[in-house]
């Protein structure tokens, strides 16, 4: 499975943006990770194709919504009231395992096989 993340760019403090992740083939869960200089990489969001369910890490709940479009394979991740702490390079990431041991680990890089390349998003006034 091939990723194509699209959308990034710069944009005030409290301004939006939408990423799109587009996928190659079918997949099981995708979700968005991201990481700012100096710091690890870290879970954002994530939906569960099939179910629809949704995951967001604390510090984006309220202000980010990921949906999927079925028709195109893509998955969208709408941020809204953009705060400087959001400036990162913001990666897609998916798999097609369904995993048995409860979806947390959806929240971790590991239960990913596939990564698209990066999109820098830049909140700055």
């Known amino acids: 499975v091939q990723l194509q993340a699209s959308g990034g760019g710069l944009v005030q403090p409290g301004g939006s943006l939408r990423l799109s992740c587009a996928a190659s083939?079918?997949?099981?869960?995708m979700g968005w990770f991201r990481q700012a200089p100096g710091k690890e990489r870290e879970f954002v969001a994530a939906?569960?194709?099939?179910?629809?369910?949704?995951y967001y890490t604390d510090t984006v709940k309220g202000r980010f919504t990921i949906s999927r479009e079925n028709a195109k394979n893509t998955v969208h991740l709408q941020m809204s009231s953009l705060k400087p702490e959001d400036t990162a390079v913001y990666y897609c990431a998916a798999t097609a395992r369904r995993y048995n041991s409860g979806n947390s680990i959806y929240y971790t890089e590991a239960a990913y096989s596939y990564w698209g390349q990066g999109t820098q998003v830049t909140v700055s006034s």
């Open positions: 083939g079918r997949t099981y869960c």
């Open positions: 939906i569960l194709w099939s179910a629809g369910s949704t």
